[in-house]
């Protein structure tokens, strides 16, 4: 895509947090700058900052605010891609959004939230037209899923033509490296809570379905990590469960490389980066029938679900993998020919930027009106 010239379009993605602490979204945008095959000029803007460092989030905001001011002057065909979920990421793209209208600046929103439509109906009468404002004002609405989809045209009246159904990616790590020994490596990856399903797979792993069997487990993530710590030693697991906290991306990557088993029992998702990223190094996955996983993932076939919160579900199906090897390296070889089958990130990012391109093309400015 070009205006005149050589001169190339201008994207810029929101992310609370940045690369390093942006959690799933600023994974995937990361995954986006770091693709080959680029048309485009593509950054990252943080809108908050770290999480445990609130003092300084409005500042953020602030710069967030005036590199979309500056766009505008010396970079008007600029695409301001503003990445959404619930709770304080909405507070602050009403913001970016209010801003951007009033600047007459094209912004596209790609919403992440694992439950939006919760999050959307427990605001206040005058939260709501606010947000519903902010959706209807969009060049393009980019969500994960079906469910997602039927949210922002049903209840937040975004039209069909202006939202879009767009998958995760992520880079590929490549075929994982078999690995030799008689033990077998369990991990889970994301912030370590209840919506996560953090305690029941800690009883699941105390459970004695899982006490024969040869295993190690590693949970890694932020959160109240020395009260999950507390608890698996209160558990009898201190041995064989370890929780190092949070990890950046290389130590992730190691940790994947190294393991056999991707668990990720969560009550909640959008489309989860740990199962995708799971899916991509051939790991043998087992999650839930959360947001878009079983849109997406076949059970027994490229992945294992288990009910939500159900520990000893949960414990069946470990001690299942733990126990069969070959059931291990048929899914893991499924779950890496589904993600080759389409969550590559060079197959995202073209598809990525043809929506970029119909965008541009539309002319599409938002009065402060809208």
């Keep these: 895509m070009t205006i005149s010239g050589s001169e190339r379009v201008t994207v810029r993605h929101y992310v609370a947090g940045g690369h390093e602490h942006g959690g799933g979204i600023g994974r995937l945008v990361g995954n986006i700058l770091g693709a080959r095959g680029l048309t485009l000029r593509h950054s990252m803007v943080d809108t908050r900052g770290p999480r445990w460092n609130p003092l300084y989030s409005p500042l953020y905001l602030l710069g967030a605010m005036a590199v979309m001011g500056f766009d505008r002057v010396t970079a008007p065909h600029s695409l301001h891609q503003l990445h959404i979920a619930g709770r304080g990421s909405t507070t602050r793209k009403l913001i970016l959004g209010t801003w951007a209208r009033w600047l007459g600046c094209r912004y596209i929103l790609h919403l992440h939230d694992y ?46 033509r202006r939202s879009t159904v767009l998958r995760n990616c992520v880079a590929d790590p490549g075929q994982r490296n078999t690995r030799q020994g008689d033990e077998v490596r369990i991990l889970f990856l994301g912030q370590l809570g209840p919506r996560k399903g953090v305690p029941e797979l800690l009883d699941a792993l105390a459970d004695p379905e899982m006490s024969r069997q040869g295993w190690s487990a590693t949970l890694a993530g932020d959160g109240p990590v020395e009260a999950y710590r507390n608890r698996v030693a209160e558990l009898g697991l201190q041995d064989r469960v370890h929780l190092p906290g949070w990890l950046g991306a290389a130590e992730t990557a190691a940790l994947r490389d190294a393991s056999d088993i991707l668990v990720l029992p969560s009550h909640a998702e959008g489309f989860a980066m740990a199962v995708l990223e799971g899916l991509a190094q051939g790991m043998a996955v087992v999650t839930t029938r959360v947001g878009a996983h079983d849109e997406v993932l076949e059970d027994g076939r490229n992945c294992l679900f288990v009910p939500v919160g159900d520990a000893h579900a949960l414990a069946r199906a470990l001690s299942r993998l733990v126990g069969d090897a070959a059931l291990r390296a048929r899914l893991g070889e499924e779950g890496r020919r589904l993600y080759l089958s389409g969550f590559d990130i060079d197959g995202y990012v073209h598809r990525l930027e043809d929506l970029h391109d119909r965008v541009d093309r539309g002319s599409f400015a938002v009065r402060s009106s809208a």
């Design 115 to 160: 439950d939006y439509s919760a999050d959307f109906w427990r605001r206040s009468n005058r939260q709501r037209r606010a947000i519903r404002r902010l959706f209807r004002a969009a060049a393009r609405v980019i969500v994960l899923g079906q469910r997602d989809l039927d949210l922002v045209q049903n209840e937040l009246g975004v039209p069909p």
